[in-house]
């Protein structure tokens, strides 16, 4: 399982970056996929994730509205556009797959447990 993420950067407050997430190494179609963020000193957050389908998706209530998670199943890609950025998103961004088994249910996309395979990260900065 390989999961390399990009599009990590410095932005001003209330601006945009999207990041992507290239999946391999696995049926990427059948598992959900998450973003997880970490601030120093912090534990990671899972910030947002997406159904397998890409139907369904959750998102931490400090990023709804700003943040969106799409997928793209042809390509093997997960996406996650984040406008409206404020100082507190700056964190270093993972992209997460969900473990074998582990049900698209309740709030089992925000546990770090649900997951089984990260990325390095991308660093995201917001910063005037």
């Known amino acids: 399982v390989q999961l390399v993420e990009s599009g990590g950067g410095l932005a001003q407050p209330g601006g945009s970056l999207r990041l992507s997430c290239a999946a391999s190494?696995?049926?990427?179609?059948?598992?959900?996929m998450g973003w997880c963020r970490q601030a120093p000193g912090k534990e990671c957050e899972l910030v947002a994730a997406?159904?397998?389908?890409?139907?369904?998706?959750n998102y931490l209530d400090s990023v709804k509205g700003r943040f969106t998670i799409s997928r793209d199943n042809a390509k093997n890609m997960v996406y996650q556009q984040m406008n409206s950025l404020k100082p507190e998103d700056t964190a270093l961004y993972y992209c997460?797959?969900?473990?074998?088994?582990?049900?698209?249910?309740?709030?089992?996309?925000?546990?770090?447990?649900?997951?089984?395979?990260w990325g390095q990260g991308t660093q995201v900065t917001v910063s005037s």
């Open positions: 997406i159904s397998s389908g890409g139907g369904g998706t």
């Open positions: 997460a797959k969900f473990g074998r088994g582990v049900p698209w249910y309740g709030d089992n996309w925000s546990r770090t447990t649900s997951y089984d395979f």
């Open positions: 190494g696995f049926t990427f179609s059948i598992y959900a």
